[in-house]
């Protein structure tokens, strides 16, 4: 290859860098023909996004109190897929294709040098939350009030165990209702 052809294959790879950049990607809103379609399928079936905690963003955690004594005994740590903090500074909500992605986990306590701290410890599942303006899937139960709901349980994150979201997700939901189901107030970076 001469000098030339060498500078051209060069400045190609250049070009590809630059466009596969963070920066890029967490300006790029979500999409169910881009990011999106990665975790729903043409029937509105969903799984957990692979690799979501290298590339989603962490929205904020959540520490459930134990029943006796001191610590917690679930931590809950809540990601958003990329663009989607981007797009809910600028007009307050969730744009169409966002996802949410919910970790629960078992937590252990102990004495550490900054106090008794609990930290997360066994996965037992998520919870998984996509933004649907529109309306995409009038048939399937787990779709609804402007999101598609699912829980996966650790052991498959492809399948989820949710049969109807109004059973297995809406009434606990209730009182974020106001802020499109979302319990926003937990989470630092969208304010
Ligand atoms: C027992 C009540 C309860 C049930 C059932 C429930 N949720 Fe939640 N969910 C909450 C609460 C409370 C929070 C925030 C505090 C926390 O995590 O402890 C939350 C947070 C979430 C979050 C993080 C975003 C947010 O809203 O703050 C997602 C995603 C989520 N739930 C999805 C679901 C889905 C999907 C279902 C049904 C498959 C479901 N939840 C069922 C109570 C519930």
């Known amino acids: 290859m001469g000098i030339i052809g060498a500078l051209g294959v060069a400045l190609v790879g250049l070009s590809m860098m630059v466009d596969g950049t963070a920066y890029g990607q967490t300006n790029t809103s979500p999409s169910y023909e881009g990011t999106t379609s990665a975790v729903v399928d043409d029937k509105g079936n969903m799984h957990v996004p692979a690799d979501y905690q290298a590339t989603y963003q962490m929205l904020g955690s959540w520490a459930v109190a134990a029943d006796e004594g001191p610590g917690s005994k679930d931590m809950h740590v809540v990601y958003a897929s990329p663009g989607a903090i981007v797009a809910y500074r600028k007009d307050g909500h969730f744009p169409d ?6 970790e ?3 937590a252990t306590t102990k004495a550490m040098t900054t106090g008794t701290v609990s930290s997360a410890d066994t996965l037992a599942g998520w ?3 996509v933004k649907d303006d529109v309306g995409r899937f009038p048939e399937n139960k787990l779709w609804g009030d402007g999101w598609g709901w699912a829980w996966f349980d650790a052991t498959d994150s492809k399948k989820t165990t949710s049969t109807d979201y109004k059973k297995d997700c809406q009434a606990c939901h209730v009182p974020a209702q106001a802020s499109d189901w979302i319990y926003i107030h937990g989470y630092p970076p969208l304010k």
Do not use: S
Request: proline content about 0%; charged content about 15%; hydrophobic content about 75%.
């Open 97 to 102: 294709g966002a996802v949410l992605v919910k």
């Open 104 to 106: 629960v986990f078992k």
């Open 127 to 129: 919870f998984v939350m």
